[in-house]
């Protein structure tokens, strides 16, 4: 929720024009006290979820889609990447015609200690966020070595309005 607002807003990105979902479909939680955590899916878990995301991106048709943490990198190339390796630069996804941004989620952002760390990559985020302001994706980087795209879906009932979106964010 807010925690991807305030980089989306800092960056100038009107939310109401994304896609958003999730790339895993039901979540784990962890007791913690009175609070629950939800703990990371494993890869049958974000395979479990590929078809739901296929057909979603299929059709939305976005131009460029957000890498909104390790989960989501996961799921759309099929195979464990490392974020900061990706971030920062603007991938293209193998058949799928569309680019992808990485970058950190923003649940990371909160368990950041120091404050300056903070800001950097809350500063990273509003980067990739404002990555998305350009209405095509411009000459993206190919990278032959991933194995697919594996897509996952959370907002169905809403895709009927946003069908042709430029991004989505997973």
Not at 6 to 32: M, Q, S
Not at 118 to 146: H, N, S, W, Y
Not at 149 to 159: G, I, L, M, N, R
Request: proline content about 5%; some cysteine; aromatic content about 6%.
């Amino acid at each position: 929720g807010q925690g991807l607002d305030r980089p989306l807003e800092a960056a100038g990105r009107d939310r109401a024009r994304l896609y958003v979902t999730n790339a895993v479909k039901h979540f784990k939680h962890e007791p913690r006290g009175k609070r629950r955590l939800h703990k990371k899916p494993n890869a049958g878990e974000i395979d479990a979820c590929e078809w739901w995301l296929d057909h979603e991106l299929r059709y939305i048709a976005p131009r460029v889609v957000v890498a909104l943490g390790a989960t989501a990198l996961r799921a759309l190339t099929g195979k464990p990447l490392s974020i900061n390796a990706s971030r920062g630069r603007l991938i293209e996804l193998p058949g799928a015609r569309l680019g992808m941004v990485v970058t950190v989620h923003p649940s990371y952002l909160l368990r950041i200690q120091e404050e300056r760390d903070k800001r950097r990559e809350f500063d990273l985020l509003v980067t990739a966020c404002g990555q998305l302001t350009r209405p095509q994706v411009p000459q993206v980087e190919a990278i032959d070595d991933f194995s697919g795209s594996v897509f996952h879906s959370a907002e169905w009932d809403h895709a009927q309005d946003l069908k042709g979106r430029n991004v989505a964010v997973i």
